[in-house]
């Protein structure tokens, strides 16, 4: 169901189609890399936390992890992800398929900078082997996204 929210959603922008759906997982960096032949860092993981009530979701290249000084910095709260039982819920997309596309209405998505040193990248599409190249302009455009962050450190 929640690739076809991210399907719907993408339609908007006469983008579905573009959608891959591919025959190997896609649900880790390293998995999605090796079925789209692209490079671990060009692909733009969904990260999924609830800062107070509120779901924020940071997209962020593939080879960058949450800093914790810069997150809590950045929004007030120290990190805390989304437990895997509960981010289909409160997301909109299971665990491994989280995307910027589709997403609960309440959910706050985030860009970060760590996504800027490429031309395009290959976010998730609400499953756990789907996703779809974009330019970084398509994914302002797409995720319809609150702010840029600078929430990354190297892994």
Same mark, same amino acid.
């Given at each position: 169901?929640?690739l076809?929210?991210?399907? =719907?959603?993408?339609?908007? $922008? =006469? *983008? %579905?189609?573009?959608?891959?759906?591919?025959?190997?997982?896609? !649900?880790?960096?390293?998995? !999605? *890399? @090796? /079925?789209?032949?692209?490079?671990?860092?060009?692909? %733009?993981? #969904?990260?999924s936390?609830?800062?107070?009530?509120?779901?924020?979701?940071?997209?962020? !290249? &593939?080879?960058?992890?949450?800093? =914790?000084p810069? $997150?809590? @910095? @950045? $929004?007030?709260?120290?990190?805390?992800?989304?437990?895997?039982?509960?981010?289909? *819920?409160l997301? &909109?997309?299971?665990? &491994?398929?989280?995307?910027?596309?589709?997403? =609960?209405?309440? !959910?706050?998505?985030?860009?970060?900078?760590?996504?800027?040193? $490429?031309?395009?990248?290959?976010?998730a599409?609400?499953? &756990?082997?789907? /996703?779809?190249?974009?330019?970084?302009?398509?994914l302002?455009?797409?995720?319809?996204?609150?702010?840029?962050?600078?929430?990354?450190? #190297?892994?």
């Open positions: 169901m929640s076809e929210s991210a399907k =719907n959603y993408l339609s908007r $922008f =006469n *983008a %579905a189609e573009r959608i891959q759906e591919l025959p190997a997982s896609s !649900a880790t960096v390293a998995d !999605a *890399a @090796q /079925a789209l032949k692209c490079k671990e860092e060009e692909i %733009a993981k #969904t990260l936390f609830l800062v107070d009530d509120q779901v924020v979701l940071v997209v962020m !290249a &593939g080879d960058v992890k949450v800093s =914790n810069k $997150f809590k @910095q @950045q $929004f007030g709260k120290k990190p805390k992800m989304i437990k895997s039982d509960e981010v289909e *819920a997301t &909109g997309h299971p665990p &491994g398929g989280v995307c910027p596309f589709g997403v =609960n209405e309440d !959910a706050e998505i985030y860009l970060d900078e760590s996504l800027k040193r $490429f031309n395009k990248v290959y976010p599409c609400g499953s &756990g082997n789907s /996703a779809i190249e974009v330019t970084l302009e398509e302002e455009l797409f995720s319809q996204y609150k702010d840029w962050v600078d929430v990354a450190k #190297t892994i």
